[in-house]
């Protein structure tokens, strides 16, 4: 069966410091990849989606970017951060654009 | 573009049955999905229908009409931990990506 994983599970930065968050996905091959951000009481807002090594593409111009350097592997950066990315950061998975995608168990950032 | 609107919140009563509607706008869709979130967890797949008609997993159903731009959720013989937001999302459709759209959430209270 398949498993998404992402780590850290909750973390606290300052302004202006790097940031990388990342999912691994086992038990499939050739995912499709997606970042999403969750404000608190809000839906969730797609960032970045991947279909394949090094294929990335943005949804909403932001202090973000993410990069896919192997194929079960999805990493969310930022060069400094800023009070707004603050938010609840999931990764999910779908074996095509066609089906529905699972989740992972979510990072929560705090920028302070 | 793609909208979806569910209501807000919802109360039912342990052991009852209750529906949450989700009425959608697009030009073209793959699939309507549930997702069950409770607080501070991540969102977890419930059921999706990419075709018209009664989908049945345990006590949830979801149900899609097209030609209505409609669907539902159902939920039987409620428990205290169906506590939680229930959100649709529509698979992307030609030309996209497979991106989730997602409605607001839907907040349901389960009372004994």
């Known amino acids: 069966s398949q498993t998404i994983h992402q780590w850290p599970a909750t973390l606290v930065q300052p302004v202006g410091s790097p940031l990388s968050l990342e999912c691994t996905v086992e038990?499939?091959?050739?995912?499709?990849l997606y970042w999403y951000r969750q404000a608190a009481g809000r839906g969730l807002q797609l960032l970045f989606y991947?279909?394949?090594?090094?294929?990335i593409s943005s949804e909403v111009p932001q202090n973000l970017s993410a990069s896919r350097p192997q194929d079960r592997q999805f990493i969310l950066s930022s060069k400094k951060l800023l009070l707004s990315d603050s938010g609840f950061y999931l990764c999910a998975w779908s074996a095509s654009r066609r089906e529905t995608q699972y989740f992972g168990p979510g990072t929560r950032l705090l920028v302070l | 573009g793609q909208s979806l609107e569910q209501p807000s919140e919802v109360t039912a009563v342990e052991g009852a049955i209750v529906q949450i509607n989700c009425t959608y706008q697009?030009?073209?869709?793959?699939?309507l999905s549930w997702y069950q979130q409770h607080d501070g967890g991540a969102p977890t797949f419930l059921s999706y229908n990419a075709l018209d008609g009664l989908e049945e997993t345990g006590r949830f159903s979801s149900f899609l009409s097209r030609s209505d731009s409609y669907g539902y959720l159902l939920l039987q013989e409620l428990q205290m931990k169906d506590s939680a937001s229930y959100f649709c999302?529509?698979?992307?459709?030609?030309?996209?990506?497979?991106?989730?759209?997602f409605g607001q959430g839907t907040t349901l209270q389960v009372k004994p």
């Open positions: 697009t030009s073209g869709f793959y699939g």
């Open positions: 999302a529509l698979t992307g459709g030609s030309g996209n990506t497979g991106k989730l759209i």
């Open positions: 991947s279909v394949g090594i090094g294929q």
């Open positions: 038990g499939t091959s050739n995912p499709n």
